[in-house]
């Protein structure tokens, strides 16, 4: 494989059996097909390259920037696109939660917005959507505009009905699979995969997956959110079935740790769809008792979703616990802290000239702290601690935060260490300024 | 044609529950007070600043929790309120004379809203603190205070128009507070008149839910606290405004059920579930939805203090601390101003039935004696069934006659337009005439935000109530004290 250009490597994606001894159907072989590994990491590639390659000579001539709605990797192909065409591109968006695949279109150099939340008072005046005051704003004077407008243009499910779904069949021996299963986020893939085995064979079973309503699924609508689709049309599916935030991250844990596939949360819920609805096939026998096939989207890896799966099942993370962890400290410990008051923590820095160190953050410390203080972020310090003590022995030290709970904690560990003199100001920063104490700032 | 019912069950929670269970009380009540009829529990506001309050212990924060007093204008409220450690939100010249009238002393309350000369000058004359709108007002008052020689006035600086780095994060336009670009002059002024005017902080207030927004907007508030510092300023305290909103419904299938519904009825897809097939804001265009839902999101897993709490565990954008560390870092004091999440549970609205009638498609039109203007469900998108409280437990025809009806509520005033609500609303049965219902929990801006006097309609007396010694006491609004009627007092 060589390639003059990285847009020559999106498509021809590998069809992979996935084992039977994981699925346990018996009588049906499930495929994915692992759109993962597209060039820029997602099935999305194949459409932003779709809609933007026909307008890409007008838009450099015009010196348009490209701009979509999109909370993820349509907006990551078309950064990267953009980019090496020397556009610029915008993604507009209010869904935008996941913090990995923000930072990453920062790096790309994609403009974000972020539409406002809904409101809290009603407002008569506010008769707009959010999206309906973006198409606006792509028409007004002096502004100029490549919109690819993923969720309404037919290219979306071209770029489908041309590679995915004849790939799809080219790999199954030129046969339509007996089911299809994708999620539902434009509608674009599963609508153009949907047309050309249908083409081949009108009685595939056609099953598009939507999120819970009150879930949030990266790249998938729930059931209401598809009917704002252009694109969506509830016909192209035998049936439409929701799947839960916690049954993809359960069917995104088998595809990593038991098939290999380092696929995402979407391909987690695809996976768990396919198998849930295949099941209540498995018993009825093929046409002539032979195995019967179905595929469904691996659509994008599993690396931007870390802080998806730490917020809801961090139990996936967890890793031993630390030698000298700060949750280790018992009340015990706790009660018998050294703490210091103001008055004595003031005369004990005069005589003896402790090591002061501030656990406040660093914006904090800069706007006020006690003069000849140290500042160490509490984060920091604990990740230091677990190494060993950051300091000697021989030296005192007075840790300070803000009302001496923290500091407690830390000169409680500190002390288990080994430590002979650690002491927590009693009533932290708070008391020192209420006590009428200096205060300085550099 | 009304298939199932699709239920839009309202959270009652005790002492409210008591008070819905006690039919006696309530008929007897309307029957001597007229319909409509408000009925307010003051114990459950110090209950509710009570739990914010425990957020603030949770955090380590200090700093006042004041009631946004235009959610609601009840004297028992204001007085049960100024029996506690709250502040109150007046954000006229009559709120501020009642909250004083009331007990509240003038350090615990704050100015706030658009402002007339009058309203300044009480406002400074009381020694009030005022949250300035913009520069111009900020020079009235600093030219009321030489003119009148009045005492130095505390003063916060609403600001609005904050900006991110990295991320572009859209805010709707507001009409209040100063760009927080523009907050130097405003600095300048303070600085320059500190005989007049005392900083005591700054200010936010975004009409939004979205958490991303408000910590953009409160890490932009330390910052300009800090500049204020570096100025030789002493500011204390950043007030972050409302927006913690209350959950209205039981049950949150019920509520996406609904909306669900709803679309689809919109799509054409099936029966209207409104009168005129209203779609709330959604259209469709094409077989496509366009538009968004002109609803107050009725049921959330988080609201009032839980949501205060989270806004607080949030990180800051840039300084990368939690909003509470950032805060308490910073000896900053926190302020909040909840209107409907302070009044949570702590009223309902009651009509009289006085006219039920069938309509073609098998659902019933529910002529009530009140209108649309005594209680503004609608105008505030907020979508709860009543209660039904009957007249007569022992109803004739028993069991059989209850079965789950769709029901449009109307008012009592000769107009179209008079709608209590514009959805169809399914009741477990059809209610009679002399029944009374009961729409629970409007004291949130609900209750009397539009009441007015058209067409000469009565308007609703409000009552305050609660539980002593097993039984329910009731007062006139007007006449509730603390000192006469607290709980667990004396």
């Not at chain 1, 790309?108 to 939340?117: D, V, W």
């Not at chain 2, 006219?355 to 005594?374: F, T, Y």
Request: some cysteine; proline content about 5%; hydrophobic content about 40%.
């Amino acid at each position: 494989m060589r390639y003059d250009d990285i847009t020559e490597a999106i498509g021809n994606t590998p069809l992979v059996r996935i084992d039977p001894a994981v699925h346990g159907l018996r009588g049906i072989d499930l495929y994915a097909k692992l759109e993962m590994l597209n060039p820029f990491g997602s099935v999305k590639d194949r459409a932003a390259w779709g809609m933007l390659r026909p307008r890409l000579d007008a838009a450099t001539a015009a010196g348009e920037q490209v701009v979509e709605l999109s909370s993820g990797n349509t907006a990551k192909a078309l950064a990267v696109l953009a980019g090496m065409h020397g556009l610029t591109f915008k993604s507009v968006t209010n869904r935008m939660r996941v913090p990995e695949i923000r930072e990453l279109l920062v790096l790309l150099g994609a403009e974000i917005e972020e539409l406002p939340g809904r409101s809290e008072c009603l407002d008569p005046t506010d008769t707009d959507d959010p999206l309906t005051q973006f198409h606006r704003s792509l028409s007004e004077d002096g502004t100029s505009y490549l919109h690819t407008d993923q969720y309404y243009n037919p290219r979306n499910i071209e770029a489908h009905a041309t590679g995915t779904g004849p790939e799809i069949v080219k790999d199954l021996g030129g046969r339509s699979p007996d089911w299809f299963i994708a999620c539902v986020g434009t509608a674009g893939s599963s609508t153009g995969v949907a047309r050309v085995l249908r083409e081949h064979d009108p009685g595939v079973g056609v099953v598009g997956l939507v999120a819970g309503k009150s879930d949030f699924i990266p790249g998938i609508r729930t059931i209401d959110e598809v009917n704002e689709v252009g694109l969506f049309d509830p016909d192209t599916y035998d049936t439409i079935e929701a799947v839960s935030a916690d049954e993809a991250i359960d069917g995104m844990v088998v595809l990593n740790r038991r098939c290999g596939l380092l696929a995402g949360p979407t391909s987690g819920a695809a996976y768990h769809g396919a198998v849930r609805h295949l099941r209540e096939h498995d018993a009825e026998p093929g046409e002539h008792g032979e195995h019967r096939t179905a595929v469904f989207i691996a659509c994008d890896r599993v690396e931007s979703y870390l802080g998806y799966v730490r917020q809801r099942r961090p139990e996936l993370l967890g890793r031993a616990p630390h030698r000298n962890a700060l949750s280790s400290v018992t009340e015990a410990e706790l009660a018998a802290v050294r703490s210091v008051d103001v008055a004595g923590a003031r005369e004990w820095i005069a005589r003896e000239r402790p090591l002061v160190i501030d656990l406040r953050g660093p914006h904090a410390f800069a706007a006020l702290h006690i003069e000849g203080s140290l500042n160490i972020v509490d984060e920091l310090f604990e990740q230091q601690v677990h190494g060993g003590l950051p300091f000697g022995r021989g030296q005192s030290v007075l840790l300070v935060c803000p009302v001496g709970e923290k500091s407690a904690r830390f000169a409680a560990l500190l002390t288990r260490m080994g430590h002979p003199d650690v002491r927590s100001l009693d009533g932290g920063v708070v008391a020192w300024r209420d006590a009428g104490a200096p205060l300085t700032r550099d | 044609m009304v298939d199932a019912p699709l239920y839009l069950e309202p959270r009652v929670e005790e002492p409210l529950r008591g008070l819905l269970a006690s039919p006696a009380l309530l008929h007897s009540l309307v029957d001597a007070l007229g319909s409509p009829l408000n009925v307010v529990l003051p114990d459950v506001i110090a209950d509710n600043v009570a739990a914010f309050r425990a957020v603030y212990r949770r955090h380590h924060l200090g700093g006042q929790v004041y009631f946004a007093h235009k959610a609601n204008r009840s004297s028992a409220l204001v007085r049960r309120l100024a029996a506690t450690d709250a502040g109150l939100d007046a954000a006229s010249l009559d709120e501020l004379g009642h909250s004083l009238g009331s007990g509240f002393t003038p350090e615990r309350v704050l100015a706030t809203g658009p402002k007339d000369p009058d309203f300044l000058w009480l406002a400074a004359r009381a020694g009030v603190t005022v949250s300035v709108d913009s520069h111009a007002e900020l020079t009235d008052l600093i030219r009321l205070v030489r003119a009148h020689a009045l005492p130095c006035v505390r003063v916060l600086l609403r600001l609005s128009g904050f900006e991110a780095e990295g991320v572009r994060v859209l805010s709707r336009r507001t009409r209040f507070g100063t760009p927080v670009g523009a907050v130097g002059a405003l600095l300048d002024l303070a600085e320059r008149h500190r005989d007049a005017v005392e900083l005591s902080g700054v200010a936010y207030h975004l009409d939004t839910t979205g958490i991303d927004e408000k910590a953009l907007a409160l890490e932009g508030c330390v910052l300009v606290m800090d500049e204020a510092r570096r100025r030789g300023l002493d500011p204390r305290a950043i007030d972050i405004g409302g927006g913690y909103g209350a959950r209205y419904l039981a049950d949150g299938e019920q509520w996406e059920r609904y909306t669900t519904e709803l679309t689809r009825a919109v799509l054409g897809r099936r029966p209207p579930l409104t009168w005129r097939g209203h779609g709330y804001g959604l259209r469709n265009e094409g077989g496509t939805v366009r538009g968004q839902l002109t609803l107050y999101p009725a049921h959330r897993s988080v609201a009032g203090p839980a949501y205060l709490d989270e806004l607080l565990t949030t990180r800051a954008p840039t300084l990368d601390r939690t909003l509470a560390d950032l805060l308490l870092e910073h000896l900053y004091d926190l302020h909040v101003e909840p209107g409907r999440a302070l009044v949570d549970q702590c009223g309902v609205s009651l009509a009289r039935v006085l006219d039920v009638r069938p309509l073609d498609d098998g659902s019933h039109l529910v002529r009530l004696g009140m209108n649309a203007g005594d209680v503004t469900l609608e105008e505030h998108g907020v979508l709860a069934d009543p209660v039904i409280v009957p007249r007569d437990d022992r109803r004739e025809g028993g069991e059989e006659g209850r079965a789950p009806v769709g029901v449009y509520l109307v008012g009592n005033l000769c107009l179209e337009a008079d709608l209590v609500t514009r959805r169809m609303v399914f009741l477990p049965a059809l209610p009679v005439r002399g029944d009374v219902l009961a729409f629970p929990n409007t004291a949130g801006y609900c209750m009397d935000f539009h009441a007015h006097r058209a067409q000469m309609q009565p308007r609703a007396r409000t009552v305050a109530a609660g539980r002593r010694a097993g039984s329910w006491w009731w007062s006139l609004d007007e006449r509730y004290w603390p000192s006469t009627y607290m709980s667990g007092e004396a």
